[in-house]
C-alpha cells in the first residue's frame, strides 16, 4: 500500500485520521468499546468469553447492516494469537479459499500455529464454493467467521451450517446509535474532536432516526454533514437539521429473496387474524421491497381454500376476481379490487377443512399401491358392460332428496371420511346436511368416532397454524 503499514484489515494506519472513513476509523477495538448486542457479548456471555479467552469455534454471524457482524469479526482479528485472513465473498474466488486452507494446513503443521478465515457477506458465496471450507472446517485445519445479512437457512450450504455455532444480532436501537455518534463527536484521535464542531440535538435525532440501527450510515452521515459545512467566523461548524436532512436520505429496504418469503408468509398469516396487517403487509411488499401484486394474489387464493374454504366459498371468488381485475388494470387502480378481496377473505369465517380433506385423501392414497373401483361406479357406456358386471349403481335424482346411501369409495376406505366440516359460516349448513342423509346410525356414528377431533369449531384448533406445501 505505497509503503504504508497496513493492519489485518487492510486499512492504511495513517497519522491524519481524515484519510480513512469516520466509521472505519471508530469501529471498536475491544469488547468494551463494543456498541449493543447485550444478549451475545455482554458480561458473562459465551461469545464474549470465547472472544477474550482466544476460543472461537467456527460461527456465522446474521444481522442487519451495520449491526456490528464485521466489527465482532475486527475484535476477534485483534486479540487471536492466531493468523486472521479476510476474505468479501463478493470476489473471493474458489481459488482464495483454498490458497488460504494450504497456508493454514502448513501454518498448523509446522508452527502450530491456528488460522480464523473470515468471510464476509458469505450469502454471495453459491452452494459450490461454500463446499471448498468443508473439509478444512471439518478437520477444524481452518476457524471459519461468516458473517451475513440474508436468512442463513435459506443461503448457506447445510453441512457448513451444521458445523458452525449461529448468533443472530438484531437491528441497533436510536439510543445505540446516538451513543455511537456522541463518541464520533468527542473522539479527538479517531473521531472528529479534532473540529471545533456543534451538532444541533434535533440533527442528532435525524441522523439516528432514519439510519434505523445502522451505525455505520449514521457515522457516514454525520461525517458528511461535518466536512461539507464551512465553518462560521470563530471556527465552528455547526450542523443543523436542515444539514442533516440533506446529509441522510431514507434507505432503500433491502428486499434480498429472504426478506421477501417473510413478508409473504406475514401476509399469508395475518389473512388468518388480521385485516389490517394483510393489507399492511401487501402494500408494503409491493411499495417497499417491489415485489409483484400477483405474488400477494396468488398466496391469497391459496389461502382462500387453505383457510376459509367452504365456510364461505365467496372467498375465492373475490380473489380470483380481484386477479383478473389486476390484469386488466394495472396498478395502482388495480390495488383496490385486490384490497377488497384481502379484507373479504380476512373478515370471512375461518376452516382448514378443506386443507385437512385433501391431507386426509393423500395420507390414504399413500397407504397402499392401488385401489380397486366398485363394479357398480365403473365405466358402463359401451356394450357387454353388464356381463363383466358393471350393473347396480343408483342414479341419485330418482331417490327423494336426490340422494341415496351407497358405495362410491373403494372397499378399504368405504366408511372413511375425509372431509369434516366445522361449525363456522357456510359449512355448519354442509354438516347438517350430511348429518341428515347420513342418518343417525351407521356410517354416521362410525364417522363421528373418527372424525372426532375434527369437527370442532376450527376458531380454537392449534392445527390452523400449521403450514401446508401450498401454505406458508
Known amino acids: 500500500m505505497n509503503g504504508k503499514e497496513a493492519d489485518l484489515f487492510g486499512h492504511a494506519l495513517e497519522n491524519d485520521p481524515r484519510m480513512r472513513l469516520l466509521a472505519d476509523r ?3 477495538d475491544t469488547l468494551d468499546e463494543f456498541i449493543g448486542q447485550e444478549h451475545l457479548v455482554g458480561p458473562g456471555k459465551l461469545l464474549r468469553r470465547a472472544i477474550e479467552s482466544d476460543a472461537v469455534s467456527s460461527i456465522i454471524l446474521f444481522g442487519p447492516p451495520g449491526s456490528g457482524k464485521t466489527t465482532l469479526a475486527h475484535i476477534i482479528s485483534k486479540r487471536t494469537k492466531g493468523d486472521f485472513v479476510r476474505l468479501n465473498a463478493v470476489d473471493a474466488t474458489v481459488k482464495d479459499v483454498r490458497d488460504v486452507i494450504e ?7 509446522l508452527y502450530g500455529r491456528k488460522t480464523i478465515l473470515f468471510l464476509d457477506e458469505v450469502h454471495r458465496f453459491n452452494h459450490a464454493r461454500q463446499d471448498a471450507l468443508l473439509p478444512a472446517v471439518e478437520k477444524g485445519t481452518i476457524i471459519f ?19 458452525s455455532t449461529l448468533y443472530r444480532l438484531y437491528p441497533l436501537t436510536r439510543e445505540h446509535v446516538l451513543e455511537a455518534m456522541r463518541r464520533a463527536i468527542a473522539d479527538p484521535v479517531k473521531g472528529l474532536g479534532f473540529m471545533k464542531l456543534r451538532v444541533d440535538e434535533d440533527a442528532m435525532l435525524h441522523i439516528a432516526t432514519v439510519a ?3 451505525i455505520r450510515r449514521a457515522l457516514s452521515a454525520l461525517e458528511l454533514a461535518a466536512m461539507a459545512t464551512p465553518p462560521g467566523p470563530d471556527g465552528t461548524v455547526h450542523i443543523t437539521l436542515q444539514t442533516a436532512e440533506e446529509a441522510i436520505r431514507q434507505p432503500t429496504v433491502q428486499a434480498d429473496e429472504s426478506t421477501q418469503y417473510d413478508v409473504l408468509s406475514a401476509f399469508h398469516k395475518s389473512v388468518r387474524g388480521s385485516s389490517d396487517a394483510a393489507l399492511f403487509w401487501f402494500l408494503y411488499g409491493v411499495e417497499k421491497l417491489g415485489m409483484d401484486p400477483l405474488v400477494f394474489v396468488r398466496r391469497l387464493t391459496v389461502a382462500c381454500s387453505e383457510d376459509i ?5 365467496q372467498a375465492l371468488v373475490q380473489a380470483v376476481s380481484a386477479w383478473q381485475a389486476y390484469e386488466r388494470i394495472g396498478w395502482p387502480e388495480g390495488r383496490l379490487p385486490i384490497a377488497q378481496a384481502i379484507l373479504f377473505a380476512v373478515e370471512s369465517p375461518k376452516s382448514n377443512s378443506v386443507l385437512r380433506a385433501v391431507d386426509n385423501a393423500m395420507e390414504a392414497i399413500a397407504r397402499q399401491p392401488s385401489y380397486e373401483v366398485p363394479m357398480h361406479i365403473r365405466d358402463n357406456n359401451y356394450k357387454s358392460a353388464a356381463k363383466l358386471g358393471h350393473t347396480g349403481y343408483k342414479y341419485p335424482h330418482d331417490y327423494p332428496g336426490h340422494y341415496v346411501e351407497q358405495q362410491y369409495a373403494p372397499d378399504p376406505l368405504k366408511d372413511r371420511l375425509f372431509y369434516h366440516p366445522t361449525s ?3 359449512e355448519e349448513r354442509i354438516r347438517a346436511g350430511r348429518e341428515r342423509r347420513l342418518g343417525m346410525g351407521g356410517r354416521a356414528a362410525e364417522a363421528r368416532a373418527n372424525g372426532a377431533a375434527d369437527t370442532r369449531d376450527d376458531s380454537s384448533d392449534a392445527e390452523q397454524d400449521k403450514p401446508s406445501a401450498a401454505g406458508t
Open 26 to 28: 471508530m469501529r471498536p
Open 309 to 313: 374454504g367452504l365456510a364461505n366459498p
Open 424 to 426: 363456522q359460516g357456510m
Open 145 to 163: 467467521i461468516g458473517a451475513t445479512t440474508e436468512n442463513p437457512y435459506h443461503t448457506i450450504n447445510g453441512a457448513l451450517l451444521s458445523r
Open 103 to 109: 497456508r493454514a494446513e502448513r501454518n498448523r503443521r
Open 212 to 214: 434505523n440501527g445502522d
